[in-house]
């Protein structure tokens, strides 16, 4: 289910600080039974009937309090949970009855999470933006292109890299590439750049492709994009032909 915080409603209600006045009723009611505790007068019966209600009163607005932060920490957990899943469809179950210290900071995460909610929409939107105009320049753009993806080690040829070398497959495994003899100084560049210096290189290379043993030789660019941990998500292969 989804809580969320209510836009259209402008009236706040009236702040109650019933958590602080309770917390400051129970200390001092502790401290005057104490005090009266201490005092001279044990054997009056009327200062005992009153330190007894004033320690029944201590003792439930004690127990009240531990209820209360009980149920927030709970919520409180089970809300962090769910955007630490990157979840922002859930919120805190707002406590009924007077807005208090505790309902307030539940209203505010709420309108924190609500805020998560459509900063997260919005970078979803534009990451596909993003992505299909990339795919689009990708397959469009007369410059041969590899992309390479260490994790899934695979190599996926643009349109114009298949028609140098007159293939119609666009995705080849990385054991395939090895496998290849003549890829030996192609795989010795890849992984130079890729897995050992990860900056940009470049060189003349053999390139052949398992797929009807298409071999040329060919001047390469390799490009690794790292992420923010220095480790390379993709790398860029710019491919032409060598003169």
């Known amino acids: 289910m989804t809580y969320k915080s209510s836009p259209n409603k402008r009236?706040?209600?009236?702040?109650?600080?019933?958590?602080?006045?309770?917390?400051?009723?129970?200390?001092?009611?502790?401290?005057?039974?104490?005090?009266?505790a201490l005092g001279a007068y044990r054997s009056n019966p009327y200062?005992?009937?009153?330190?007894?209600?004033?320690?029944?009163?201590?003792?439930?607005?004690?127990?009240y309090l531990t209820v209360k932060a009980l149920l927030f920490r709970r919520k409180l957990l089970a809300c962090i949970r769910h955007l630490l899943a990157n979840e922002y469809q859930t919120g805190m179950r707002v406590a009924r009855g007077p807005c208090d210290e505790?309902?307030?900071?539940?209203?505010?995460?709420n309108s924190?999470?609500?805020?998560?909610?459509?900063?997260?929409?919005?970078?979803?939107?534009?990451?596909?933006?993003?992505?299909?105009?990339?795919?689009?320049?990708?397959?469009?753009?007369?410059?041969?292109?590899i992309i390479a993806y260490p994790d899934k080690r695979e190599f996926r040829l643009n349109p114009a890299v298949q028609r140098?070398?007159?293939?119609?497959?666009?995705?080849?495994?990385?054991?395939?590439?090895?496998?290849?003899?003549?890829n030996r100084r192609f795989v010795a560049l890849f992984k130079e750049a890729v897995e050992m210096r990860k900056v940009i290189t470049e060189g003349i290379v053999t390139l052949e492709l398992p797929i009807r043993q298409s071999s040329l030789n060919v001047m390469v660019e390799i490009i690794p994009v790292k992420d923010k941990g220095e480790s390379v998500a993709l790398a860029i292969i710019f491919v032409n032909k060598a003169e």
């Open 11 to 36: 009236v706040a209600p009236a702040n109650v600080h019933t958590v602080t006045i309770l917390w400051a009723g129970l200390f001092l009611l502790i401290a005057l039974g104490y005090a009266l």
């Open 112 to 145: 924190m999470v609500d805020q998560l909610r459509v900063y997260n929409s919005l970078q979803i939107e534009r990451i596909s933006a993003l992505n299909k105009s990339i795919d689009i320049v990708y397959r469009n753009i007369a410059e041969g292109i």
């Open 102 to 109: 505790i309902v307030r900071f539940e209203k505010r995460i």
């Open 47 to 63: 200062l005992f009937y009153c330190l007894l209600v004033a320690g029944i009163l201590a003792c439930g607005i004690a127990a």
């Open 164 to 182: 140098m070398f007159q293939v119609e497959q666009e995705v080849i495994t990385f054991d395939a590439i090895e496998k290849q003899p003549g």
